[in-house]
């Protein structure tokens, strides 16, 4: 149904728009303008499809714009936004398609992207981490705040498993 914005502590909402992304894993908001925004979209569960991927929007929400979007098959689970640099992102990329028959919780197209640009630019990282295709499953992700430096990736495998931190 798209982002949504109250800012009267939920007493009301507004909505802002990407009512065909789906599903949608997370927000987050930039703590030093409040109208930088990003939003990771899964895009259409039950099948592969093009709205998947990063959100950012420099208006509040007025207008949308995607800044990353890996394939059909892989959509923004989760963000993550540096405490005191918010032009450098992370996101957590996962490749999920659900069907009757045939569910497919991780792959190849499932990985962590940074950007150190409030989200112009990514790059996928690769550096330690897992990289077989069932090994790529649901991945979460933090930053510690009292070492900003220190990003923590949480994997599942693709059926469902932890992989690890």
Known sequence: ????????????????????????????????????????????LFGQNQNRGVYYSENGGQSWERVLFVSEKSGAIDLAIHPQN???????????????????YGGDDSGIYRSPDGGRTWTELTNGLPFLAEQKGRIGLAIAPSQAETVYAYYATTDGWTQGV
């Open 1 to 44: 149904m798209g982002v949504y914005k109250s800012t009267d502590a939920g007493a009301t909402w507004k909505a802002l728009g990407l009512e065909t992304v789906g599903s949608i894993g997370k927000i987050v908001v930039d703590p030093t303008d409040p109208d930088r925004v990003w939003v990771a979209a899964m895009g259409d």
């Open 86 to 104: 918010p032009d450098v992102l992370y996101a957590a990329m996962w490749e999920r398609t659900r069907t009757p028959d045939n569910n497919v």
